[in-house]
């Protein structure tokens, strides 16, 4: 396992970068509790097609409302408090919806986010995949971060890694999960860390690219 491509490109950025964790502290972490699961869970949705910062002022804003929570979007008679609240995130008028819809999927389906923790993992992954607005990416990323269950997420800057590095010539969504996973111990830990080594990696690159030009 030590020898091949991918899992040696893990130890390198964990010699480079150290851990993950000092890094992204909360989605990380070794324990979570359901309230950091659920802001995790909201996040990844809110973080499509933007950046953490936008995403970020939503959170908060949602946090002043009392509405940082899966079952209190679920209780809402209309979105339009909602709308307002994500705005800073892009896409108000999909990702309100979007959020509505997951929040009162997990809340009808299982009552709670920890309920769905339970639930087998092809089954919760499969059924996340039939939420609208909700692709593999970020279907993954909640799988992952906020479930802390082993599904490997693939992104752009894994594809530019295993473009770069030689690892793959398909740099498809499901070739690329496959791929990795076959490739790594299946630990839900080294699959978080590794992937947040990657996006480390990837941003600190852009950062060299943009000081040169």
Request: contains cysteine.
């Amino acid at each position: 396992m030590a020898s091949n491509k991918i899992y040696q490109r893990y130890l390198e950025l964990r010699e480079k970068h150290g851990s993950p964790e000092k890094f992204w502290p909360q989605w990380c972490a070794s324990k979570k509790s359901p309230t950091l699961r659920e802001i995790i869970a909201i996040g990844a949705i809110l973080t499509q097609r933007t950046t953490w910062h936008n995403a970020d002022l939503a959170l908060r804003n949602l946090k002043k409302e009392g509405l940082l929570s899966v079952n209190k979007i679920a209780e809402l008679s209309n979105l339009n408090c909602l709308t307002k609240l994500v705005q800073p995130a892009g896409f108000y008028q999909t990702k309100p919806q979007r959020l509505f819809d997951f929040c009162s999927f997990i809340v009808k389906e299982y009552g709670n986010l920890e309920n769905f923790r339970k639930e087998d993992l092809e089954i919760a992954r499969e059924k996340l995949l039939t939420l609208k607005g909700i692709g593999p990416e970020t279907a993954d990323t909640i799988l992952l971060y906020a479930l802390d269950r082993p599904t490997f997420v693939i992104d752009e800057y894994t594809k530019r890694l295993a473009k770069r590095r030689g690892l793959a010539g398909n740099v498809s969504y499901d070739y690329l999960k496959e791929l990795f996973e076959k490739n790594l111990p299946r630990e839900v830990k080294i699959y978080q860390g590794f992937h947040a080594l990657i996006i480390i990696e990837g941003k600190g690159e852009e950062g060299s690219i943009m000081r040169k030009v």
